[in-house]
């Protein structure tokens, strides 16, 4: 197939996850605000980041003076994932160049890897394919940032409208979206306490840290150890 | 439209380990699978970190709270995304009122 044909049928692909990003990046920009920041900032955030999951939680952690290493450790932990996708596919790619390579690197997201692979099932994963099907929802993502940030500023205090409140809610929609069963529910439970307590005991940032420890740890216990790969 | 320099070391820090993630597995010699336990913790790593940033709003803050969260969970094995968020919001809101 050449080229424009296939960027045509990653943009068909790709359509419904765009429609989704606009929401929630209006959102993204609007809590941004209320938490403090700037429209630009919120905006850059969606530039260098682009990693949803990851710039909620940060939000969630923001205060003033910044926890910079908070941060930077909520990041990696939630974005580890991305490390695993990057390797499953690479296997079923074409002949990426060197610079397309740390190019599609930098716009690989959950949904974008979704779609590559279940296209893999039937043809290698071509540069063009792969750079319209993920390219064009750091688009949407940064655009509808900068103009939630902007609306939101506009709002006044967050709390007032439960905005606050916002994050939770999304982020137990976010969690039922990854539920697979009796492992997730150990995983859940075991960070919650661990997260609920650190913070009593040892305040922030040290709740997320111990929560994500002890949601990895009981899943490690929990799960069958198995030397042979299946 | 000013921008913090803390702020942005932040955001500068977060891009780059976010963009680690990402290209470390397109480098990886051999692919990189894993089984077992090791598969367990890492596909835990997600909802464990998700859970660990919010619970302490969910558990810690009050009685609103700590009902909106359950009948938020309840929404979220039904509605989609968005709607899940506007249940949570709409249902804080009202029961901080009565609070």
Not at chain 1, 82 to 90: D, E, F, P, R, Y
Not at chain 1, 122 to 130: F, G, H, L, S
Not at chain 1, 179 to 191: C, E, L, N, Y
Not at chain 2, 51 to 67: C, D, H
Request: glycine residues 8%; hydrophobic residues 60%.
């Amino acid at each position: 197939m050449n080229p424009p044909a296939t960027a045509r049928e990653g943009v068909r692909d790709i359509l419904p996850a765009m429609i989704a990003a606009v929401p929630i990046a209006l959102l993204f920009g609007a809590l941004a605000v209320g938490k403090g920041l700037s429209v630009l900032e919120a905006g850059l955030m969606s530039i260098f980041v682009f990693a949803g999951g990851a710039q909620f939680a940060a939000l969630e952690l923001w205060t003033y003076p910044v926890p910079v290493l908070a941060l930077t450790f909520s990041t990696l932990l939630i974005n580890a994932r991305h490390t695993l996708m990057g390797a499953s596919l690479v296997p079923k790619m074409g002949a990426f160049s060197l610079l397309q390579r740390l190019g599609a690197a930098g716009v690989l997201t959950d949904e974008a890897w979704a779609l590559a692979e279940r296209r893999a099932l039937e043809r290698r994963i071509t540069p063009a394919y792969w750079f319209a099907v993920a390219g064009i929802l750091p688009v949407v993502w940064i655009g509808c940032t900068f103009l939630g940030a902007w609306l939101g500023s506009f709002l006044g205090d967050p709390r007032q409208l439960g905005a606050d409140f916002a994050f939770t809610a999304l982020f137990i929609g976010l969690i039922a979206g990854l539920w697979k069963g009796r492992a997730t529910a150990i995983v859940v439970t075991a960070s919650a306490v661990a997260s609920a307590l650190a913070y009593v005991l040892a305040g922030p940032p040290w709740h997320v840290a111990a929560g994500a420890f002890a949601g990895i740890a009981a899943a490690w216990a929990a799960a069958t150890p198995d030397r042979a790969p299946s | 439209m000013s921008v913090d320099p803390v702020t942005l070391v932040a955001i500068i820090a977060m891009a780059i380990v976010t963009y680690l993630t990402r290209v470390a597995g397109l480098f990886v010699a051999d692919r990189l699978t894993l089984h077992g336990r090791a598969k367990a913790a890492f596909d835990a790593i997600p909802p464990a970190v998700l859970v660990a940033v919010i619970a302490p709003t969910a558990l810690t803050t009050g009685w609103p709270e700590t009902a909106a969260a359950a009948v938020t969970i309840l929404a979220a094995t039904r509605l989609p995304l968005l709607a899940t968020v506007a249940v949570g919001v709409l249902v804080v809101v009202a029961l901080r009122a009565i609070a």
